[in-house]
């Protein structure tokens, strides 16, 4: 069966601070993979998807980066945190696009930046 | 990108009440999905609907899209405290090709009181 490992489940960061966040998928290959962010337990956000290694697309212009160095691990960077980078950062995989596409969510990451 | 509009924002009731909450849209989606998230989690799937009219039943929960496919209802026959949690709706839109984007709402909050 197929699982989504995110961490770490928790963060608190300075201002200023760098950032990286993992996720990695097991028991398939080739997903879609995506990292969300949500702001105060509300709608999700896309911020990045990749559909295979190295292709990553941008939803949402900001200081934050997204890498998938190998089929399975996506990775979610800041250079420099902002406050507004604050929120609940989600990881998810889906198989590929189709008409029923699935999304399948890890257990989040609550970043505080302060 | 199209917008989806989930009405209420917020409902607290008691066990053993009936609810309906609404996910609204515009604009045409090819399916829509609806999502449970519980405090500190990822969203988890609960169904996926297609066709314009279709309806689903999972236990105590039906779920409702429209005849046009612009518009979704979820309804809760006898609330339990289980059933608490935020309730994304989803909307997929062909993004070009076979590809499709999901769209979510911001949630409905739902709070069953023992």
């Known amino acids: 069966s197929q699982t989504i490992h995110q961490w770490p489940a928790t963060l608190v960061q300075p201002v200023g601070s760098p950032l990286s966040l993992e996720c990695t998928v097991e028991?398939?290959?080739?997903?879609?993979l995506y990292w969300y962010r949500q702001a105060a337990g509300r709608g999700l956000q896309l911020l990045f998807y990749?559909?295979?290694?190295?292709?990553i697309s941008s939803e949402v212009p900001q200081n934050l980066s997204a890498s998938r160095p190998q089929d399975r691990q996506f990775i979610l960077s800041s250079k420099k945190l902002l406050l507004s980078d604050s929120g609940f950062y989600l990881c998810?995989?889906?198989?590929?696009?189709?008409?029923?596409?699935?999304?399948?969510f890890g257990s989040g990451t609550q970043l505080s930046v302060l | 990108t199209q917008l989806l509009e989930q009405s209420p924002q917020f409902l607290s009731i008691q066990e053993g009440e009936n609810l309906t909450v609404y996910c609204n849209s515009s604009?045409?989606?090819?399916?829509l999905q609806w999502y449970r998230q519980e405090p500190g989690e990822g969203p988890v799937l609960l169904v996926t609907?297609?066709?314009?009219?279709e309806v689903k039943k999972l236990k105590r929960l039906t779920f409702q899209f429209g005849d046009a496919r612009k518009d979704s209802s979820l309804h809760i026959t006898a609330a339990q405290p289980g059933d608490t949690g935020l309730y994304l709706c989803?909307?997929?839109?062909?993004?070009?090709?076979?590809?499709?984007?999901?769209?979510f709402g911001k949630g409905t909050l739902l709070t069953v009181n023992p």
């Open positions: 998810a995989w889906s198989l590929k696009p189709g008409l029923n596409e699935k999304l399948f």
């Open positions: 028991g398939t290959s080739n997903p879609n």
């Open positions: 990749s559909v295979g290694i190295g292709q």
């Open positions: 604009s045409v989606f090819s399916s």
């Open positions: 609907v297609v066709t314009g009219g």
């Open positions: 989803a909307g997929a839109e062909n993004s070009g090709g076979s590809n499709y984007k999901l769209t």
